[in-house]
């Protein structure tokens, strides 16, 4: 079982970057696929993106060119660099884990990344 901590989410103008970080612990981050998925007030949570342990990684349409997700296995973290952020980006982030067949995600508790207009 992976245990997940995020970092890094605040209060940023229209325009601005943030770097979220996602500190993982315990068995089986080198087999999981990591994502960090996001859920405003009132919403489901939604894919952001996804980064196998090896190949390509999977970006939601909405933030395709503006954010990019990276893994680095010997630190067992996982970063998702946010560019051009926009007011609509604006929710709590989760980072998540699972393993190869696994029906569900393990998530962090998340982080609150704020975009003011």
């Known amino acids: 079982q992976v245990q997940l901590v995020e970092s890094g989410g605040g209060l940023v103008q229209a325009g601005g970057s943030l770097r979220l970080s996602c500190a993982a612990s315990g068995t089986g981050f080198s087999i999981s696929t990591m994502g960090w998925y996001r859920q405003a007030p009132g919403n489901q949570r939604d894919l952001v993106a996804t980064?196998?342990?090896?190949?390509?990684?999977v970006y939601a349409d909405a933030v395709k060119g503006r954010f990019t997700i990276s893994r680095d296995s010997a630190k067992k973290m996982v970063y998702l660099q946010m560019n051009s952020l926009k007011p609509e980006d604006t929710a709590v982030y989760y980072c998540?884990?699972?393993?190869?067949?696994?029906?569900?995600?393990?998530w962090g508790q998340g982080t609150q990344v704020t975009v003011s207009s």
């Open positions: 998540g884990a699972k393993r190869p067949f696994a029906s569900n995600w393990s």
């Open positions: 980064i196998p342990p090896t190949g390509t990684p």
